[in-house]
């Protein structure tokens, strides 16, 4: 009898530090904006070292259970916000833990307007030249194509006659063809402007003789091939975006 109790007392000894180990905690809490203090839906928090998770619900709460002693690195992301790594000691209690997340701000990449809606400049193409009404705007020339000579790199200018409203050749890059036209795509406010030459006399005319220059607000001109994606065969000679000016919300100004 003396002897069975004295295994049974070995057999608690051995048991009741297991206990202990196995004890188990949770990590709760909430995840909000830091500037509003709105809960976030959706936020992920995850711990590395035990390879275990959660997600907030539709109140922004979280729980993480079966969480042992011990310091633990918790990482909190979501998306439009910056991600928070925090160190986590479990002591021997549930945890309470709250998070508040910063929006990530970033700057928008500048936009071009193409075909028949607008593209990231960086996406557009990989070589691109821009005029802008003001390094135009005292130029001593009657038509937009000699407004732009001289001041974009790889773009040739030339008069075929002196003539008022002739036409102009404007090669970008060279010429690409030795039968077909040479001639670039025109584009005035996103729609494709027609450089056939209607002239019934000797010397041809040009087209974008009506446009007076002063009334361009900037001059965008696409280069290489990647202009294709957007304009088709058309741009293999290259792209000239012409944007006008408009109306503009503030103040009357007048310029005499």
């Known amino acids: 009898m003396i002897k069975n109790f004295t295994m049974l007392i070995a057999c608690l000894v051995i048991l009741l530090p297991g206990s202990a180990l196995a004890q188990q905690y949770t990590l709760s809490g909430t995840v909000t904006d830091s500037r509003t203090g709105e809960r976030l839906i959706g936020a992920n928090l995850f711990i590395a070292d035990l390879n275990r998770g959660a997600t907030t619900n539709v109140d922004g709460e979280y729980s993480i259970s079966q969480l ?12 439009g916000y910056q991600s928070l790594i925090q160190s986590v000691t479990i002591d021997g209690t549930n945890k309470v833990l709250n998070f508040r ?16 809606g607008t593209q990231s400049r ?14 135009i705007a005292n ?28 036409a102009t050749q404007m090669r970008i890059r060279g010429a690409s063809s030795v039968t077909a036209s040479n001639q670039p795509l025109y584009v005035v ?17 040009n087209p974008l003789a009506d446009i007076n220059f002063n009334d361009v607000e900037s001059i965008e001109i696409l280069k290489d ?32």
Not at 189 to 205: C, L, R
């Open 68 to 79: 042992s002693d011990g310091t633990y690195l918790l990482q909190v992301s979501y998306v």
């Open 225 to 256: 091939a990647s202009a294709a994606a957007i304009y088709g065969s058309r741009a293999s000679n290259g792209v000239i975006l012409i944007t006008t000016k408009r109306g503009r919300e503030g103040r009357t100004q007048f310029t005499y």
């Open 101 to 116: 997340l910063v929006a990530d701000d970033v700057d928008l990449d500048q936009v071009v307007i193409v075909g028949f």
């Open 139 to 166: 130029v001593p020339v009657n038509t937009v194509e000699s407004a732009i000579q001289g001041r974009t790199p790889g773009v040739f200018v030339q008069r075929e006659t002196g003539k008022l409203g002739g």
């Open 189 to 205: 406010d996103g729609i494709p402007v027609t450089m056939t030459d209607f002239s019934d006399i000797a010397s041809s005319t």
């Open 122 to 135: 960086r996406n557009v193409t990989g070589a691109i030249s821009s005029v802008t009404a003001e390094e």
